[in-house]
């Protein structure tokens, strides 16, 4: 039975490849990737020649069983992502739950993950953190994800593309999350940039810029002194005596208490 190796690989700079990662590649008798061009400039830097095949969401199951023959027939393979830590925000769990399932042996080669650089550069509290993934582009997930997020006591990381990047910050200015913000652009590479602030100034900043590059934000946690408690239910009373509708209700209720939009119509939309 051989061995699957999930490789974290660099996210920008090639000086940041471990010498336990050039070992494992050089020993593993096949090597999967999201893109097999990214995973073939990285054996060429490194004077590896190995069979590479691609592994992603559009492929994943017929791949799943592919490497798991492979893996019967004793072949050692290797797992990698376009850039960092391979099943952050990437494919690969499916293949992980399988063959753990079987007891098939599975070893982690680690190294750098965007959403670890980006943290460190933050200054925010780290106390603890949650990772969200890719911002959702719309529906309930948004509005959930935009609701947490002016909630959330916790420092948020996730990514963006740089054409939504105004988009979802243009959100947060809309949803009243007055939380500082740091925008991490093209991590570890020789244009690697970080911006700081919060929405509202970003925004300045970028709005008539042509964004290029990685995107990774994190999100300062709310502060509980900043949150103001008031009788929202007598508040609500009061202003539906002069026929407003609920959505401006809340719109006005957030203006006084920094509470999210969404939040304060979750509780007033039944009254």
């Known amino acids: 039975m051989g061995t699957l190796y999930i490789c974290a690989t ?3 700079n090639l000086s940041d490849i ?7 590649l050089s020993h593993v008798d096949y ?3 999201e893109d097999t061009r990214r995973v073939l400039k990285l054996l060429n830097h490194l004077k590896i020649e190995k069979p ?23 072949k050692n393979v290797a797992l990698l992502s376009d850039a960092g830590t391979p099943l952050i925000a990437d494919p ?9 399932n079987r007891n098939v042996k599975i070893e982690s080669i680690p190294g750098p993950s965007s959403v670890i650089v980006a943290l460190t550069l933050s200054g925010f509290d780290l106390t603890s953190f949650r990772f969200i993934g890719f911002i959702p ?10 609701s947490d997020l002016g909630t959330s006591e916790i420092t948020t990381v996730c990514f963006t593309s740089p054409k939504r990047l105004v988009k979802d910050l243009e959100a947060f200015a809309s949803e009243k ?19 700081r602030g919060t929405s509202e100034e970003l925004l300045q900043e970028f709005r008539d810029k042509d964004i290029k590059g990685e995107i990774t934000l994190v999100i300062e946690g709310t502060e509980k002194q900043k949150r103001l408690d008031i009788d929202v239910e007598s508040a609500v009373q009061n202003l539906l005596k002069y026929d407003i509708p609920k959505r401006e209700i809340a719109k006005t209720i957030s203006l006084i208490t ?3 939009t969404n939040e304060i119509y979750k509780k007033i939309k039944d009254f």
């Open 10 to 12: 660099p996210i920008g």
């Open 52 to 74: 590479v095949h691609s592994y992603f969401v559009g492929n994943e199951h017929e791949k799943m069983d592919e490497i798991e023959n492979l893996l019967d027939s004793g």
């Open 137 to 146: 582009k719309s529906g309930k997930e948004r509005s959930k994800f935009l």
């Open 258 to 260: 920094d509470v999210s």
């Open 31 to 33: 090597i999967y990737g």
């Open 92 to 100: 690969g769990a499916k293949l992980v739950s399988s063959l753990s």
């Open 177 to 195: 999350i007055l939380n500082k913000v740091v925008v991490c652009r093209e991590l570890t590479k020789k244009f690697e940039t970080i911006y």
């Open 18 to 24: 471990s010498s336990r990662l050039i070992e494992t």
